[in-house]
């Protein structure tokens, strides 16, 4: 079993933007994280579930997801039928904002065996400390490379 904790973070929304996430397989921890100068929190926590499933594929393994993030775990679990069934389109008929995301996810999410956790945010729990950290950490890796 491969645990994996993200959390996305982002210093305006929009605004400069951080991911990260920890693994945690076979006893062994692997640390991912990395930012973006224009972006928004959503596509933050998005692109760290994305980046560590992309991780989680060579592990060969079932996968549990925890996320702070009731929009990627909502989404996942519950919203993405009905956008798929709607041709990408939202209840209000407008096109799913941050679809490019939600379609990478969807492949990984059907090509492994993932289970989804939601975790409440900045509540102490060890794995989810450790993606904001991780996530903040990518946030600072941006704005070092605009000094």
């Not at 549990?64 to 389109?89: A, L, P």
Request: charged fraction near 25%; glycine fraction near 10%.
């Amino acid at each position: 079993m491969i645990k994996i904790y993200t959390d996305g973070a982002c210093k305006g929304n929009p605004g400069i933007g951080g991911w990260g996430a920890l693994l945690v397989h076979n006893e062994q921890s692997i640390e991912i994280f990395d930012g973006e100068l224009e972006t928004t929190n959503n596509r933050m926590e998005l692109k760290a579930v994305i980046k560590a499933l992309n991780h989680a594929t060579s592990m060969n393994d079932d996968v549990q997801i925890y996320t702070d993030s009731s929009y990627v775990q909502k989404g996942i679990k519950e919203w993405i039928h009905n956008w798929k069934k709607n041709g990408w389109r939202s209840s209000n008929k407008k096109p799913v904002k941050n679809q490019d995301l939600w379609q990478k996810l969807d492949t990984l999410n059907s090509s492994l065996n993932v289970e989804w956790f939601w975790v409440k945010g900045h509540a102490g729990h060890p794995g989810n400390e450790r993606a904001d950290f991780l996530a903040n950490e990518g946030v600072k890796k941006i704005q070092q490379g605009m000094l």
